[in-house]
């Protein structure tokens, strides 16, 4: 038969009510993720080394830490910070020549294992890279041994039915591209004057 539009109504709600758990959950996750990233002196010495920087600051991550990255630089460039995002694919046809002696390179990857992004730092030394910051979760990352300082992600618990989709460490990422900007906003004295002359667009 055709169902009344009460059990419409019911079930329309049950699938609001799934979907309003579904958001809480996601969102509690992820604050808790970012809540529980290890705030130690990796961070200070990271930061000291990016002020250090005389050339350009080089983001780089694969997929969605490449996002990251990107806008890592981005932001970098706001505060004016010279940065550039380079991705770990096409370092390897050309664009590795982005690199020069003078630039820092900060690489995102959780499980710290992505080929291309290695390679990249490879590479990076060979053309003298001042230093390289990793970001990563993974304990047995082979970019703990690839990088000068290593700010840990923690181990990070993706929210989703599958626990595969990287959102709550793409959110972890983010929040700490966002806290070493703004460390280095700070300690370069930026101004709203500054700021105006790079983002004048609004």
């Known amino acids: 038969g055709v169902p009344s539009s009460r059990s419409s109504d019911c079930s329309v709600r049950e699938s609001l009510m799934s979907i309003l758990e579904t958001v809480h959950h996601v969102l509690d996750e ?17 930061v000291a080394l990016l002020t250090t920087c005389e050339g350009r600051i080089i983001t780089t991550g694969m997929g969605k830490a490449g996002y990251i990255a ?3 630089a981005s932001t ?8 550039v995002y380079l991705h770990p694919g ?3 046809h050309g664009d590795l020549g982005q690199i020069t002696s003078k630039d820092f390179l ?4 959780t499980s710290g294992k992505t080929s291309e992004v290695l390679d990249l730092i490879a590479g990076g030394r060979r053309l003298g890279l001042q230093g390289v910051i990793g970001i990563t979760s993974h304990s047995d990352s082979k970019l703990r041994e690839l990088s000068d300082v290593v700010i840990d992600m923690g181990k990070i ?3 989703d039915p599958l626990g595969l989709v990287p959102t709550a460490s793409s ?5 700490i591209g966002d806290a070493l ?22």
């Not at 900060?106 to 990857?109: E, I, K, M, T």
């Open 106 to 109: 900060v690489a995102f990857s």
């Open 76 to 83: 970098l460039c706001s505060i004016g910070i010279p940065a």
């Open 157 to 159: 618990r993706e929210p």
């Open 70 to 72: 990107r806008k890592l």
């Open 171 to 175: 959110a972890v990422m983010l929040a």
């Open 90 to 92: 096409d370092a390897a």
């Open 30 to 46: 992820e604050a808790k993720a970012i809540l529980s990233i290890a705030v130690d002196n990796n961070f200070v010495t990271a």
């Open 181 to 202: 900007a703004v460390a280095l906003m700070e300690i370069k004295g930026v101004t709203t004057e500054d700021f105006g002359r790079r983002h004048n667009g609004g």
